[in-house]
């Protein structure tokens, strides 16, 4: 079974420069999770999809952060404009019935 | 949010068993406890969850308190590979939402 992908593993941006990030989740899996991790941090839910519908957001920040995921299997986060803080590991995570999220690699994204 | 608390780090020995603590003092009666890990540069990884009773896998076992107000994550033997970050995590079974503290980071030694 192939895991959850993501791409690109690593990216560098200025600041106030636009960055998306793409997932593909387990084959099969409904709800998708985009979490933020900052260094030495646990990873922070910023949103939450129940196949193509949002089930919580409430932590991503609207007026910069925005994501969906079209026909709820692939998603895209994206972030314009970026600022330093935004400087972290984009995980993406897929799970079947709730139990188990299975995460993908990552993306670890720098903002100069 | 529902929330845990864990030390911050711990250290074992090769080959030993390792008791991971997690206090989770406001859970509700439909949160699950979940312990994840997370492997140096990795996302993290499921390791075992329980809602009661004592659970066991092939990883490692949970022994959840009476009162459901803490938990310990039991490796039995650890080896230099289980040297993560442990995430104990309470998921709202409403909404499937996991809620990851800081963690503790295990360094075992050989």
């Known amino acids: 079974e192939a895991g959850v992908a993501q791409s690109p593993r690593y990216k560098i941006i200025e600041k106030r420069q636009s960055v998306a990030f793409w997932c593909n989740p387990i084959?099969?899996?409904?709800?998708l999770y985009w979490y933020q991790q900052i260094l030495g941090q646990g990873p922070k839910l910023l949103i939450q999809f129940q196949n193509n519908g949002v089930v919580d957001d409430s932590q991503l920040p609207k007026d910069r952060f925005s994501a969906e995921r079209l026909k709820g299997v692939d998603s895209t986060l994206k972030i314009q404009p970026a600022k330093l803080e935004d400087s972290a590991v984009y995980l993406c995570a897929s799970s079947l019935r709730g139990f188990e999220q299975y995460f993908g690699p990552g993306t670890r994204l720098t903002v100069t | 949010d529902a929330k845990t608390t864990q030390p911050n780090s711990m250290e074992s020995n090769e080959e030993e068993p390792v008791h991971l603590p997690c206090n989770h003092s406001t859970i509700s009666g439909t949160d699950y406890i979940h312990w994840y890990r997370q492997l140096p540069s990795q996302g993290p990884e499921y390791v075992i969850h329980?809602?009661?009773s004592n659970v066991n896998n092939r990883m490692a076992s949970l022994a959840i308190a009476e009162d459901r107000k803490s938990s310990t994550l039991i490796l039995h033997r650890a080896t230099l590979r289980d040297a993560a970050v442990y995430y104990c995590i309470l998921r709202d079974n409403n909404f499937n939402k996991f809620y990851f503290g800081s963690g503790t980071k295990l360094n075992v030694k050989p």
């Open positions: 329980g809602l009661t």
């Open positions: 084959s099969g899996h409904a709800t």
